[in-house]
């Protein structure tokens, strides 16, 4: 047993830059006090229009159950604004064209993003990640799940 405090906020850091490696990151986000709103079709436009606003960064793979998502992405170019500030700027657009305003506030405060070390690690991320659906009993054939996408394609480069 560790004599570690249990962490109650993710550990911000920034993004390493590798020479050509690519930066990949594995960000999940989640609803104020984890309330059930995302998986609608109209919500899932919102997101959408909200992370193409939101140009700094290039979304790939992404997964949004009711009450949290999970997304990776990439930097669109070399001088780009930090993950927290990306977050923060989507977060704030999709809140501000939120359609039910008894929702409000609709995110937590924090996401939590990781950045990922290989190719492998981005293809096991999401092949867990596409398996949320599943495992919470809404369907039974992940493909199935209509609230997944991929935006952009992120490749990795070592």
């Not at 570690?4 to 550990?11: F, G, H, Q, V």
């Not at 923060?88 to 501000?96: G, L």
Request: charged share 20%; aromatic share 12%.
């Amino acid at each position: 047993m560790s004599d570690l405090p249990e962490r109650k906020r993710p550990a911000q850091q920034s993004v390493h830059e590798h020479g050509n490696r690519s930066s990949i990151i594995f960000v999940t986000v989640c609803t104020h006090e984890r309330q059930s709103i995302l998986a609608q079709k109209d919500i899932h436009h919102l997101l959408i229009k909200s992370w193409e606003a939101a140009n700094h960064w290039l979304v790939g793979h992404y997964m949004i159950m009711p009450d949290h998502i999970h997304l990776f992405c990439a930097p669109a170019n070399y001088e780009h604004t930090s993950i927290q500030q990306w977050i923060r700027f989507w977060k704030s657009y999709a809140s501000k064209q939120w359609p039910r305003i008894e929702e409000q506030p609709i995110w937590q405060t924090n996401a939590w993003d990781r950045q990922l070390r290989s190719g492998d690690s981005y293809s096991e991320k999401w092949a867990y990640v596409q398996n949320n659906p599943v495992r919470q009993n809404k369907v039974t054939n992940a493909a199935d799940w209509p609230y997944q996408g991929e935006l952009n394609t992120l490749y990795w480069h070592d």
